[in-house]
């Protein structure tokens, strides 16, 4: 998006100052579906149950951020999927049971 480019440039996105903080919240926020397939893994049922369902409605917030007021197809299509994938998640979360058989 021309624009984005610019603001970037200008040291403002969405008039939030691009700071080493503000870029380093947004990689924690963009890395954690990654730590996610890792901690599914490793963590005990309960704590993967309960870290899937808080972590889910957090990347629905962000999709339904993303979404708001965008003109953009690419953003429409990249919120809707995030939401969807976030409910699925959430939803598929909720049925595990709370210890490992």
Request: hydrophobic share 60%; glycine share 6%; aromatic share 14%.
């Amino acid at each position: 998006m021309p624009e984005k480019i610019q603001a970037i440039m200008s040291g403002y996105i969405d008039g939030f100052e691009v700071t080493q903080v503000s870029l380093l919240l947004i990689a924690v926020i963009t890395i954690l579906p990654a730590c996610m397939m890792y901690f599914s893994l490793v963590l005990n049922a309960k704590t993967n149950r309960i870290l899937n369902i808080v972590l889910g409605i957090f990347h629905l917030i962000i999709g339904m951020v993303n979404i708001i007021g965008t003109t953009w197809y690419f953003y429409m299509f990249y919120g809707a999927l995030l939401i969807i994938v976030a409910i699925l998640i959430v939803l598929q979360a909720w049925k595990w049971p709370y210890e490992s058989k």
